[in-house]
């Protein structure tokens, strides 16, 4: 076996990875592959909406447990859609637009995925609400799937 000094430290001997003492409160080490890394904070939620049917004008009020900023609002469809695109509008509790989701109808097919990276009216607080507002374009009933992910302050 080889010998190796460290491995019989007991705790009191013990130390922090590098960087620890500057990282911020949070933050994990995250490895590059070729033997160093970063700190990252990677506090985020993710929270899944299910609409039944995408072909319906739908306003349905998310529950936010956990304040930040939302990064990402993604859909992703069981189906292909007939009639019209469907445009999904992200607002934040005080009804202000965070931006929208436009689901093509033209060649859509079931695994589609459309998204916005919303850079204002973003920020939640622990406790809050999203709504998604549907318009109901398409003529198919077709379910769909909304995730929003919550970057943690």
Not at 18 to 34: L, M, Q
Not at 102 to 122: E, L, R
Request: with cysteine; proline share 4%; glycine share 10%.
């Amino acid at each position: 076996m080889a010998n190796v000094n460290h491995s019989a430290l007991s705790d009191p001997y013990l130390h922090e990875p590098k960087g620890a003492s500057t990282a911020t409160a949070g933050d994990v080490y995250v490895s590059d592959g070729a033997g160093s890394g970063t700190w990252e904070d990677h506090r985020r939620s993710v929270v899944n909406l299910h609409i039944h049917d995408i072909s319906a004008p739908t306003s349905m009020y998310v529950p936010i447990p956990f304040g930040g900023t939302v990064s990402r609002v993604a859909s992703v469809m069981a189906g292909a859609i007939s009639g019209s695109d469907v445009v999904l509008t992200v607002k934040n509790s005080s009804a202000a637009t965070m931006g929208t989701v436009t689901i093509t109808q033209a060649g859509s097919a079931a695994g589609d995925v459309d998204f916005t990276n919303p850079s204002t009216n973003n920020t939640i607080t622990d406790n809050d609400y999203i709504l998604v507002e549907g318009d109901g374009g398409a003529t198919s009933h077709v379910d769909c799937v909304v995730s929003i992910v919550v970057e943690h302050t």
